[in-house]
């Protein structure tokens, strides 16, 4: 006869109460604890997923949301654009409609996307539903028994808002 108990017979002769409060106990202090001494010590989270064979350094880097777009070269974004075209005419083909005209619509894209933006990029479509949301607006505040704004103001300072010009 042992005077001391057999250390594996120790877990089985914890009641279910204790088994349950020492899994809370692992899973809830020691798992997060060895989650991040491995992330401190090993550094190993940035560069998983790497390697030889990786594809991590294929991507573009990330811009912020300030920056500017980067450049693209024009016989590169007509090459896409008439692709595209030409992908859709076929597409309508086989439904059974008339084709495009893909040298003509490539032609109005890329000379829209070349305007530069400002006061034409504005159409009037946009305008106007500014417009009337500043004259909702204005209604809603004479009801609230605050003061009008002056509509046409209020409605260029909303696209500027809009398109960030201010």
């Known amino acids: 006869m042992a005077l001391y108990p057999c250390p594996m017979a120790l877990p089985l002769a914890l009641s279910a109460l204790q088994k349950g409060g020492a899994v809370l106990l692992f899973t809830g202090v020691f798992a997060p604890l060895v989650g991040l001494l491995l992330k401190r010590v090993g550094g190993g989270w940035e560069t998983m997923g790497g390697g030889a064979f990786s594809i991590l350094d294929e991507r573009p880097p990330k811009r912020s949301a300030g920056s500017p777009a980067p450049k693209v070269d024009p016989a590169i974004q007509a090459a896409e654009v008439r692709q595209m075209l030409e992908a859709k005419s076929e597409r309508r083909t086989q439904r059974g409609e008339a084709p495009l005209d893909v040298g003509a619509e490539a032609e109005r894209l890329l ?22 949301l500043v004259v909702v607006r204005n209604e809603r505040r004479i009801r609230e028994g605050l003061e009008a704004l002056d509509v046409e103001a209020e409605t260029e300072r909303q696209l500027a808002d809009l398109i960030g010009s201010n």
């Not at 000379?111 to 009337?132: H, M, S």
């Open 111 to 132: 000379a829209a996307a070349g305007e530069p933006r400002g006061e034409r990029a504005i159409d009037a479509e946009l305008r106007a539903e500014v417009r009337q």
